[in-house]
């Protein structure tokens, strides 16, 4: 991303959070921060205002001074909980990799963005997406990290400005999701438009794809739902080309946490599918074992 693209008020932002980051155990006025940020007093006085409106920070009424807030725990541990999940993966993973000679990854929602948290491959071969490479988190991309949480997550997603024009179709994207919840595994299946769509949109901000690339994306994937096989769709002799199998691991809130991804690549059956499926599900499953979460109670999607 170019220097162009950057956000001055949001770099405001990260530099006050990482001031006080780095001085845990203090409490700083306003006109100590706007002196160590170089920022002017009415400008660091509306960011320190909304951050404690949102708890980022607290306000002590006596002495006006703050210190780091609650809500940063919060994320601090959801993000705790993701890399810890992430640790677990990778053995899990690795043994995918093996058996199916091919790339496999863990990723996560962070930041508004999907970032790659671990990658393996076969022995001896550099895996096919590197740890650390994130997405847009915005229609179409990024279905996946909303499949198997609740419908007011999945709705929220729908809302996101979109990273390409054009409308999507909300109720066959809803049957993907029920359908992904019911078999514990989504099918992409694997295009030309599909390939090409990662590979111009990694690294890249949601909202910050140039006019022209979001036009190209737009052409590319017209309606994300043909990109998915449904288990309806799926005849057990039948050869289907397979982008990627992807199933999801749990935290102790039964929250989805990471999406454990399977490459393929090419046309396998749909028994295969299958089978594939279910050994990245179970090992999905061992992910939310081993740090201690929990799967939802069943849900459908109105």
């Known amino acids: ?23 845990p155990d203090e409490r700083l006025g306003l006109s100590e921060l706007a002196r160590a940020l170089d920022i002017s007093k009415p400008t660091c006085l509306g960011i320190v205002t909304t951050l404690v409106e949102s708890a980022y920070l607290t306000c002590d009424g006596r002495t006006k001074t703050y210190s780091l807030g609650p809500a940063l725990v919060r994320v601090g541990r ?17 043994v995918l990799s093996e058996q199916y000679k091919t790339s496999c990854t863990a990723s996560a929602v962070v930041g508004g963005h999907i970032l790659i948290l671990a990658s393996t491959d076969v022995a001896g071969r550099e895996p096919l997406v590197a740890v650390g490479q994130r997405y847009p988190f915005a229609p179409p991309m990024g279905l996946m990290h909303v499949a198997w949480r609740d419908d007011l997550a999945f709705a929220q997603w729908l809302e996101l400005p979109s990273t390409v024009p054009g409308p999507h179709d909300a109720d066959q994207l809803r049957a993907i999701v029920a359908d992904s919840r019911k078999r514990g595994f989504l099918v992409e299946a694997l295009t030309t438009a599909g390939r090409q769509l990662h590979s ?5 901000a949601a909202y910050d794809l140039p006019d022209e690339l979001r036009e190209l994306v737009g052409e ?34 039964g929250d989805q946490e990471l999406v454990l991804s399977l490459y393929v690549g090419h046309s396998i059956s749909g028994s295969e599918i299958a089978r594939r499926g279910k050994a990245l599900a179970a090992a999905a499953g061992a992910v939310t074992n081993e740090v201690g979460g929990r799967p939802p109670q069943r849900r459908g999607t109105r």
């Open 200 to 204: 111009l949109v990694a690294g890249v």
């Open 1 to 23: 991303m170019t220097s162009a693209r950057r956000s001055p008020p949001t770099q405001r932002v990260v530099a006050l959070l990482d001031h006080f980051a780095a001085r």
């Open 78 to 94: 959801r993000a705790q909980s993701s890399f810890s999940a992430a640790d677990a993966a990778q053995k899990h993973l690795a």
């Open 220 to 253: 590319m994937v017209a309606n994300l739902g043909e990109r998915v096989y449904l288990g309806s769709d799926i005849a057990v002799r039948t050869k289907y080309p397979v982008s990627v199998l992807a199933a999801p691991t749990f935290g102790p809130q």
